[in-house]
């Protein structure tokens, strides 16, 4: 089916093409923005920033076409266009409340520098 079809763009004249063009470019488009829709805060994602290279993170921030992502297979956070992103782990429906836990005990990290002294 595809080598039919592959064979028939062939053929066809360059105004016919660019209408072929425009019809694919589209529907793609549509069907990256139904993607989009499912796309939330939390959900652990892939995309390619570089031809090549494919990185994984979880969504800390959305707008209505960026996604704000903190990348796991290096440091930080880097924003991508929601159409490039897949979703390879769905956060939940609910909205995460995350806290950090403010006291410690880890003495590193309470004390002072007069107060910890390295032997």
Same mark, same amino acid.
């Given at each position: 089916?595809? +080598?039919?079809?592959?064979?028939?763009?062939?053929?066809?004249?360059?105004?016919?093409?660019?209408?072929?063009?425009?019809?694919?470019? +589209?529907?793609?488009?549509?069907?990256?923005?139904?993607? *989009?829709?499912?796309?939330?805060?939390?959900?652990?994602? *892939?995309?390619?920033?570089?031809?090549?290279?494919?990185?994984?993170?979880?969504?800390?921030?959305? $707008?209505? $076409?960026?996604?704000?992502?903190?990348?796991?297979?290096? *440091?930080?956070?880097? *924003? $991508?266009?929601?159409?490039?992103? $897949?979703?390879?782990?769905?956060?939940?429906?609910?909205?995460?409340?995350?806290?950090?836990?403010?006291?410690?005990?880890?003495?590193?990290?309470?004390?002072?520098?007069?107060?910890?002294?390295?032997?």
């Amino acid at each position: 089916m595809i +080598q039919d079809i592959a064979e028939a763009i062939v053929e066809m004249p360059a105004e016919e093409l660019q209408v072929l063009a425009d019809l694919i470019n +589209q529907l793609l488009k549509d069907k990256r923005a139904e993607e *989009s829709d499912e796309v939330k805060v939390g959900d652990m994602v *892939s995309f390619e920033p570089k031809k090549g290279i494919v990185v994984e993170g979880v969504i800390t921030e959305l $707008t209505k $076409t960026r996604a704000k992502v903190n990348v796991h297979s290096g *440091s930080g956070e880097c *924003s $991508t266009p929601l159409n490039s992103v $897949t979703v390879t782990y769905s956060a939940p429906v609910e909205e995460i409340d995350i806290e950090a836990e403010a006291e410690t005990h880890d003495p590193l990290l309470v004390n002072s520098p007069e107060e910890y002294h390295m032997e």
